[in-house]
């Protein structure tokens, strides 16, 4: 089973960037569809980036098109999400998972520590 573990969170101010790391355990890690998940206090936990297999399809939250970009290593069982221009509304928990599917996108992992992204004004 895949277990991941987040990186790369921090404080930034708006119109920034930053470079988030998901570190997979598990043997099945190339073969599976990975997506980046986020939650911001008092709102639920929404996805906003997956990635498949190949590295090639995407899906993107509309929030986030043309700012955050996904992508991965399967030789590094790892997958980036690249956020650019930052706003305050982007500041929330990051969690990765592996998902069902580009399209249905259930998280099937366990959740992992998530890392903080905070967004300044």
């Known amino acids: 089973q895949v277990q991941p573990v987040e990186s790369g969170g921090g404080l930034v101010q708006a119109g920034g960037s930053l470079r988030l790391s998901c570190a997979a355990s598990?043997?099945?890690?190339?073969?599976?569809?990975m997506g980046w998940f986020r939650q911001a206090p008092g709102k639920e936990r929404e996805v906003v980036a997956a990635?498949?297999?190949?590295?090639?399809?995407?899906y993107y939250a509309d929030s986030v098109k043309g700012r955050f970009t996904i992508s991965r290593d399967n030789a590094k069982n790892t997958v980036y999400l690249q956020m650019n221009s930052l706003k305050p509304e982007d500041t929330a928990v990051y969690y990765c998972?592996?998902?069902?599917?580009?399209?249905?996108?259930?998280?099937?992992?366990?959740w992992g520590q998530g890392t903080q992204v905070t967004v300044s004004s």
């Open positions: 598990g043997r099945t890690f190339s073969n599976i569809v």
């Open positions: 990635l498949g297999w190949s590295g090639v399809y995407t």
């Open positions: 998972a592996a998902i069902t599917g580009l399209q249905t996108r259930a998280p099937i992992t366990p």
